[in-house]
C-alpha cells in the first residue's frame, strides 16, 4: 500500500490498494438493500481513491519544498562561513 523506493522520505500510497483495504472494512448494514449497499461501496471506493491521490499529490510538494528549504540553509551556511 504504501511505496517508498522513489525516495526514503517520500511517501506513496497506491491508491488502488487503499481504496480496496477501505471497501473491505466496510459491511452491509441490516436495513440496506443490494443496490444501495452497492452504491455506498462505490462511492466509498472513489473517494478513497481521490483521497489517496490528493495525499501523494501533497506529500510529493512538501518533500520537494522541504528539500528546497533545506539545501536553500546549506548555501546559506556554506556561504556565511566562506566570507
Known sequence: M????????????DP????????????RRAEEDELTYIKRQMRLYLGAIY???D????????NKKLRDEQLNRLLGKLVERRY
Not at 2 to 13: F, G
Open 51 to 53: 483521497r489517496a491521490q
Open 16 to 27: 488502488e490498494t487503499f481504496a480496496a483495504s477501505v471497501v473491505s472494512g466496510d459491511t
Open 2 to 13: 504504501i511505496d517508498r523506493s522513489l525516495d526514503k522520505d517520500n511517501i506513496q500510497i
Open 55 to 62: 495525499f501523494n499529490t501533497v506529500a510529493k510538494e512538501t
